[in-house]
Antibody
Framework: EVQLVESGGGLVQPGRSLRLSCAAS????????MHWVRQAPGKGLEWVSG????????GYADSVKGRFTISRDNAKNSLYLQMNSLRAEDTALYYC??????????????WGRGTLVTVSS | EIVLTQSPATLSLSPGERATLSCRAS??????LAWYQQKPGQAPRLLIY???NRATGIPARFSGSGPGTDFTLTISSLEPEDFAVYYC?????????FGQGTRLEIK
């Protein structure tokens, strides 16, 4: 079955760190770029970060640049998001999403169910 | 940053009616625009990419138009399962932004 499964979310205090993971299955993971997209409670979608198939191209939204780091391990079919210096406004459901492109950032044609990150003291 | 503005914020229609959703870009994005559908408690689903191409498995009642700065998602005859929130997304210049969404509700 083609799927993405996120994990690692939870309640964290402001200023602390959290690492999200996404396990991919059912497709050739290292053929595609991958992304993190988030959705604050009751709000719209926000692209957070993307990474090309070989990690040669990486991009971040301005809102997380310098605080978040995306990475992937193609041998483990896994995508990661290291989140440092977390803020209340980072509270959201974080989706892992697959891109139909390998090298560029295009669209999201497969989504996980998301993992919830809550930043609060 | 390219800003996408969707209108209307909420659209109230009945099953069988035609729905027209708009997405305006603050600058030209060529045909690099996609549409997604999101139902409560679910992840978004890709409907349309490159302005007018239906994604795999998407019914023919969904269609998109562009390119440039003004884009439209049309649902020719609404089915009960089409009532949801719709987002547009652009991918120009290696950056990705979404519109704020249009809620399509049953009248």
């Amino acid at each position: 079955e083609v799927q993405l499964v996120e994990s690692g979310g939870g309640l964290v205090q402001p200023g602390r760190s959290l690492r999200l993971s996404c396990a991919a299955s059912g497709f050739t993971f290292d053929d595609y770029a991958m992304h993190w997209v988030r959705q604050a409670p009751g709000k719209g979608l926000e692209w957070v970060s993307g990474i090309s198939w070989n990690s040669g191209s990486i991009g971040y939204a301005d809102s997380v640049k310098g605080r978040f780091t995306i990475s992937r391990d193609n041998a483990k079919n896994s995508l990661y998001l290291q989140m440092n210096s977390l803020r209340a406004e980072d509270t959201a459901l974080y989706y892992c999403a697959k891109d139909p492109s390998g090298s560029y950032f295009w669209y999201f044609d497969l989504w996980g169910r998301g993992t919830l990150v809550t930043v609060s003291s | 940053e390219i800003v996408l503005t969707q209108s209307p914020a909420t659209l109230s229609l009945s099953p069988g009616e035609r729905a027209t959703l708009s997405c305006r870009a603050s600058q030209g994005v060529s045909s690099y625009l996609a549409w997604y559908q999101q139902k409560p408690g679910q992840a978004p689903r890709l409907l349309i990419y490159d302005a007018s191409n239906r994604a795999t498995g998407i019914p023919a009642r969904f269609s998109g138009s562009g390119p440039g700065t003004d884009f439209t998602l049309t649902i020719s005859s609404l089915e009960p399962e089409d009532f949801a929130v719709y987002y547009c997304q652009q991918r120009r210049n290696g950056t990705i932004t979404f519109g704020q969404g249009t809620r399509l509700e049953i009248k």
